[in-house]
Nanobody, 118 residues
């Protein structure tokens, strides 16, 4: 199983970006998924989470600006980021709880850099 993020880059403050996280592999089912970020010198933090039923939660710092969603048919998760601020600059990682052959594990993507210029 592999998670691949895309959609990162450089954007001006106030702009928007959309991240994607595609899960590939064979014989698996996805339960929860989430986006995390890690800024230089800081710990990795949860940005947004989406459960198998579609329930979501967000870090207070991104509420009202970011929207997490998933397309189960495509095994893909998205993060729409609007009104970006310089403090959103970080490497963004997706993760997924995946059940495969009866065993559940947590998988991570490789990360994608987002830089917001002020």
């Amino acid at each position: 199983v592999q998670l691949v993020e895309s959609g990162g880059g450089l954007v001006q403050a106030g702009g928007s970006l959309r991240l994607s996280c595609a899960v590939s592999g064979s014989t698996f089912s996805i339960t929860a998924m989430g986006w995390y970020r890690q800024a230089p010198g800081k710990q990795r933090e949860l940005v947004a989470h989406i459960g198998s039923g579609g329930g979501t939660n967000y870090a207070d710092s991104v509420k009202g600006r970011f929207t997490i969603s998933r397309d189960n048919a495509k095994n893909t998760m998205y993060l729409q980021m609007n009104s970006l601020k310089s403090e959103d600059t970080a490497v963004y990682y997706c993760n997924a709880q995946i059940r495969r052959h009866g065993i559940e594990g947590l998988y991570w993507g490789q990360g994608t850099q987002i830089t917001v210029s002020s």
